[in-house]
């Protein structure tokens, strides 16, 4: 069982940027690979990026490419989300998720826990 919890949202202007983090409880947070999804009003919760269990291995999505980073600290339970050169389409609830397996992937269905999201709001 794992408990996450996001924080490091708010209202930032465009251009500007922001970093989330996930707070993890439970002792096996090292093995899971982590996710960053996000869901803007209206829309369905898409993928943002993800990263194996020890940080080899990342993945994002084509729309955050070269802007977005995402890291992790498994001594502190930790995942993280830079967010640079942020744009008003970045605007949406942005959720951490767990996978028990240590393969990054990209759907939401693949992940077993979620936190309860944290708002980041671009303005133009």
């Known amino acids: 069982q794992v408990h996450l919890v996001e924080s490091g949202g708010g209202l930032v202007q465009a251009g500007g940027s922001l970093r989330l983090s996930c707070a993890a409880s439970?002792?096996?947070?090292?093995?899971?690979?982590m996710g960053w999804f996000r869901q803007a009003p209206g829309k369905e919760r898409e993928f943002v990026a993800a990263i194996s269990w020890n940080g080899g291995s990342t993945d994002s999505a084509d729309s955050v490419k070269g802007r977005f980073t995402i890291s992790r600290d498994n001594a502190k339970n930790t995942l993280y989300l830079q967010m640079n050169s942020l744009k008003p389409e970045d605007t949406a609830v942005y959720y951490c998720?767990?996978?028990?397996?240590?393969?990054?992937?990209?759907?939401?269905?693949?992940?077993?826990?979620w936190g309860q999201g944290t708002q980041v709001t671009v303005s133009s």
């Open positions: 439970g002792r096996t947070f090292s093995s899971y690979a």
């Open positions: 998720a767990a996978r028990s397996r240590a393969m990054i992937l990209t759907t939401v269905g693949s992940y077993d826990y």
